[in-house]
């Protein structure tokens, strides 16, 4: 049975459903209804998104920073 079978169902019908049906029913929506039963995020790690650069901008770069340019600017986080 899916949630919307079930938002279809008359209320004589409902009520006799049993608990462990209705659970069985209702599982997937937990995580977002029971925040006891979400998954905890990871604190501390923080994912830093990775920008593509093609192997002749990656040479290009390494160069500039062999000739002592500071590309630190490049890795600085961007703001939302």
């Known amino acids: 049975m899916t949630i919307e079978e079930l938002a279809d169902l008359h209320s004589d ?28 995020p990871i604190k501390g790690i923080r994912q830093e998104t990775q920008v593509y650069l093609s192997p002749q ?17 490049l890795n600085k986080r961007k703001k939302k």
């Open 13 to 40: 019908e409902l009520a006799k459903l049993t608990t462990t049906q209705l659970e069985e029913v209702l599982k997937p929506y937990f995580n977002v209804t029971r925040p006891e039963l979400a998954p905890k």
């Open 57 to 73: 901008k990656r040479a290009a770069l390494a160069a500039l920073q062999d000739e002592g340019i500071d590309l630190s600017f």
